[in-house]
């Protein structure tokens, strides 16, 4: 999935990274890796383009690759045998912070042989240097940052000044897929609207993508999750939409803002506003129950980082998504828990019993 995505950032804005790599926002044209006599197997793994002078390799990896170098003088070889009078620019960018010391080899050396090629560990740049252009946006999730949450608001927010609808769909969901190597999925879905990234192009073929895989794979546990997944998705998008019909009928129509916040409802927040609404019957009484909510919410983030330290983002998320009154549940028996622990066997068993209901 994340080869899909940067490759299609490189594709879509190959301009932004000439700009970045070459120093100059020259044309780029794919060059297709059988011209180089790659084997089939490798063509998803490496993105080449080549402008009148120069080819550009790049090497975009989530987790280090002990056999790197060789691959890098392998390419280096073909491209010389197919394009001798071409420059070639070789980079590896790693994409997720690892204590793995093939990230800093920068050289395939054997016996009188050496060929060099670049690295670039996107954890240890800048975010300043990416957010200069849209094309390079989802990369900034990844960069230095002493508060990643923080800097993918930040990201969030310039995404939202670009002008080009398609642009700016194809840059959050690009954006999206790659912040979940660093970040919470369920916190990324918060912050990034779900509806702008549903109408890009990537958005769409990775969702194509996964449901070939589904048919593939079905029996595997790993797709059986992303089908209870996807079921359990789907019964929180049809909840939206009936909680949205129901507020039409009880209040008129919400403003755009409102409806933003509804759709980041969690399912059991949903079906508590389900309940709710039906005395409602002006637009305040909505504002006031999300006010409450959020409210009840970063009470009890305070009162379980008090109890028991630090909550990682998974087990924020947790929180986010609970009803009004699991929250006040949370926050009265929070005051008992003295380790972390506590508060997971509370968790589990709060789903589990919201699972048999």
């Not at 071409?86 to 010391?101: A, C, D, G, H, K």
């Not at 006010?291 to 630090?310: M, R």
């Amino acid at each position: 999935m994340f080869d899909t995505v940067c490759k299609f950032l490189v594709e879509t804005f190959s301009a932004d990274f000439a700009t970045w790599l070459l120093g100059e926002p020259v044309a780029l044209s794919e060059l297709s890796p059988s011209e180089l006599s790659l084997e089939p197997i490798r063509a998803d793994a490496l993105l080449l383009l080549r402008s009148a002078d120069t080819i550009l390799h790049l090497e975009f990896q989530a987790r280090p690759d002990p056999n790197m170098a060789f691959r890098m003088a392998d390419y280096r070889l073909r491209a010389y045998r197919r394009f001798p009078e071409m420059q070639m620019r070789q980079v590896v960018l790693y994409l997720q912070p690892t204590q793995s010391e093939a990230v800093y080899q920068t050289a395939f050396e054997i016996p009188r042989t050496r060929h060099e090629f670049e690295v670039i560990r996107l954890w240890e740049q800048s975010p300043d240097l990416f957010l200069r252009t849209p094309g390079l946006m989802p990369l900034a999730v990844l960069a230095q940052a002493d508060d990643r949450t923080e800097l993918l608001q930040q990201v969030a927010d310039d995404i939202e000044l670009i002008s080009d609808r398609r642009t700016q769909s194809n840059v959050a969901a690009s954006t999206a897929i790659l912040a979940g190597l660093v970040l919470d999925k369920g916190l990324v879905n918060r912050v990034l609207r779900k509806e702008m990234m549903q109408e890009s192009v990537i958005y769409q073929e990775i969702k194509a993508e996964g449901l070939r895989e589904g048919l593939q794979q079905g029996r595997q546990e790993g797709r059986q999750e992303g089908r209870q997944e996807g079921r359990q998705e789907g019964r929180r998008q049809e909840g939206i939409a009936l909680v949205q019909r129901q507020l039409l009928v009880k209040i008129g129509r919400v403003p755009d803002s409102v409806k933003r916040k509804l759709s980041e409802l969690s399912l059991p927040q949903l079906e508590t506003l389900g309940e709710s609404l039906l005395n409602f019957s002006i637009l305040d009484d909505l504002e006031n129950w999300l006010s409450h909510l959020a409210e009840q919410s970063e009470q009890a983030l305070q009162t379980l980082t008090t109890c028991v330290g630090e909550l990682s983002p998974d087990d924020q998320s947790k929180v986010l998504e609970l009803a009004p009154a699991q929250l006040a549940d949370l926050i009265a028996a929070a005051r008992q828990f003295s380790v972390l622990a506590d508060f997971h066997a509370w968790i589990h068993k709060t789903t589990a019993n919201e699972e048999t209901t």
